[in-house]
């Protein structure tokens, strides 16, 4: 009764498993359509804190710009490569602005995510290439968004469009749809044994 009982379990598992390997191949086409944005504040005090948003805040102003002719993730990241000096120069200024003298650092880098719900979207965990600025110790909770394509902060219309734009029908389905949460642990658990396996590493700086 007890090796029927582990057959079944075990049955079961693989069932689980194999029904999943669909939706984790797409969760990996979704991270590599996207391109995010990190910023590290300095620390949790409630100054540093309020910094990082205005820090945000100057980036997304600036690199909106950029990414108005960009039609692939692969376009948009170059734009931000291209520009990634100036970049850092924005978001220092806005620094001194503020009274700090805090070093900025910017850099393109290929990071794990866990799964990040947005108003409208839920975005799978993974490896995603990323614009991460580090402000001061960078010791501070973070910030994330979504800078390609745009979803985290453009009206629900203009998420939509774009998000329709990058996405197929399917990947678009499972980013809009709330059905799938338990899916996106099962993938986050084993996206988190796999990156054990993976170092987070830079692509490019600037400082």
């Known amino acids: 009764m007890k090796l029927l009982i582990k057959s079944a379990c075990i049955a079961f598992v693989?069932?689980?498993?194999?029904?999943?390997?669909?939706?984790?191949a797409e969760c990996k086409e979704i991270s590599k359509e996207v391109f995010r944005l990190h910023i590290m504040a300095n620390s949790d005090n409630e100054y540093d804190q309020n910094l990082k948003i205005k820090v945000r805040d100057r980036v997304l102003i600036y690199t909106q710009n950029l990414f108005e002719n960009a039609s692939s993730k692969e376009e948009a990241e170059k734009l931000i490569s291209d520009n990634l000096q100036?970049?850092?120069?924005?978001?220092?200024?806005?620094?001194?602005?503020?009274?700090?003298?805090?070093?900025?650092?910017?850099?393109?880098?290929n990071m794990y995510f866990t799964t990040r719900e947005y108003e409208r979207y839920t975005l799978p965990s993974g490896m995603y290439d990323a614009l991460r600025i580090t402000i001061g110790e960078g010791k501070g909770h973070n910030w994330w968004c979504v800078m390609y394509p745009s979803i985290c902060i453009s009206s629900a219309e203009t998420q939509d469009l774009r998000a329709k734009e990058v996405f197929n029908g399917e990947q678009y389905n499972i980013v809009h749809n709330e059905q799938y949460q338990y899916k996106f642990k099962v993938v986050e658990v084993f996206e988190k044994i796999c990156n054990v396996f993976n170092e987070d590493k830079s692509k490019t700086d600037s400082n």
């Open 86 to 109: 100036n970049i850092a120069n924005a978001a220092y200024q806005e620094v001194i602005e503020n009274g700090y003298n805090y070093t900025v650092k910017a850099q393109i880098t």
């Open 14 to 24: 693989l069932t689980v498993i194999y029904s999943l390997i669909p939706f984790q």
